[in-house]
C-alpha cells in the first residue's frame, strides 16, 4: 500500500514556474514506477510524465516536452515536476501515482494504482 500527498501547486503568470511534490508513505518507493497526470475541467485525466523505478529513466507528454521535468529522491521517498514556461493550457489539477512494484512506467492512466488527491495549477495569462 502507497499514500501520496501532492503538494506547491497554486496560481502563477504565464512564463513562470512552479515545482510540485509528492510524498510517498512506506519502505519501499524505489520499487515504483512513478507518473504525473493532469485533468482540466470537463476533460479527461491525461499523461503528463513519468519516471521509472529501475534507472529513473523519464518520459513525458509532447505538450511539456522541454519544459517540464520529472525527477525522484529514493532516499526521501519524494518524486517533484518542475514546470517552467508555463502556459494557460497547463492549468489542471495534477496528481501523482504510483504503478506496479518493479513495471515500468507507462502512459496509461489504468496501469497506476495509487493515486494522490491532486494540486490545483493555474496559470493566468
Known amino acids: 500500500q502507497v499514500q501520496l500527498v501532492e503538494s506547491g501547486g497554486g496560481l502563477v503568470q504565464a512564463g513562470g514556474s512552479l515545482r510540485l511534490s509528492c510524498a510517498a508513505s512506506g519502505r519501499t518507493f524505489s520499487r515504483y514506477p512513478m507518473g504525473w497526470f493532469r485533468q482540466a475541467p470537463g476533460k479527461e485525466r491525461l499523461f503528463v510524465a513519468g519516471?521509472?523505478?529501475?534507472?529513473?529513466?523519464?518520459n513525458y507528454a509532447d505538450s511539456v516536452k522541454g519544459r517540464f521535468t520529472i525527477s525522484r529522491d529514493n532516499a526521501n521517498n519524494t518524486m517533484y515536476l518542475q514546470m517552467n514556461s508555463l502556459k494557460p493550457e497547463d492549468t489542471a489539477v495534477y496528481y501523482c501515482?504510483?504503478?506496479?512494484?518493479?513495471?515500468?512506467?507507462?502512459?496509461?492512466?489504468?496501469?497506476?494504482?495509487?493515486w494522490g488527491q491532486g494540486t490545483q495549477v493555474t496559470v493566468s495569462s
Open positions: 501515482a504510483a504503478g506496479r512494484p518493479w513495471t515500468i512506467a507507462t502512459m496509461t492512466s489504468g496501469r497506476y494504482d495509487y
Open positions: 519516471i521509472n523505478w529501475s534507472d529513473s529513466s523519464t
